[in-house]
């Protein structure tokens, strides 16, 4: 049960960042980036509360064993990386921008976020 409420968290998460990421590139553009961004990142930020506390209750369960895990210091190298590149969108106000470096930093982000779901998948193979 714990794996599904890590799974929907991812899914609210990503789902919510790529709809947000459409509209920095220019589809929808009917409809208000603030507006679209509140919904979409409230969202976003309600599904990675969800995949950070379940993630952190699976941890718990083997701290050991993860933390020699590759895959696993590597997915938490890549949440750290995506926060900073958060941090940096928003700092930038890159939605009231809407420029080549908004959609940049949107991309990257949505790569890492595929990073982090790989290294998730493969933290059970190591």
């Keep these: 049960m714990l794996e599904v409420v890590h799974i929907t968290g ?6 919510n960042l790529v709809l947000l990421e459409l509209r920095v590139f220019g589809r929808g553009a009917l ?3 603030r507006e679209l961004a509140r919904l979409s990142l409230t969202l976003a930020a309600s599904g990675f509360c969800l995949a950070a506390a379940s993630g952190l209750l699976m941890f ?3 701290p050991y064993e993860l933390l020699s895990n590759r ?9 750290l990386i995506a ?3 958060a ?9 009231d921008k809407l420029d080549g470096t908004a959609r940049v930093l949107m991309l ?7 990073g ?11």
Excluded: D, E
């Design 108 to 114: 990257t982000s949505t790569l890492i976020w595929l």
């Design 60 to 62: 718990s369960t083997q």
């Design 83 to 85: 926060g900073c590149n």
């Design 31 to 33: 409809l208000p980036v």
């Design 10 to 15: 991812i899914a609210l998460l990503l789902g």
């Design 116 to 126: 982090v779901l790989t290294c998730g998948r493969w933290i059970a193979y190591r």
């Design 87 to 95: 941090a940096l969108f928003h700092a930038r106000r890159s939605l």
């Design 71 to 79: 895959a696993f210091t590597l997915k938490m190298l890549l949440l």
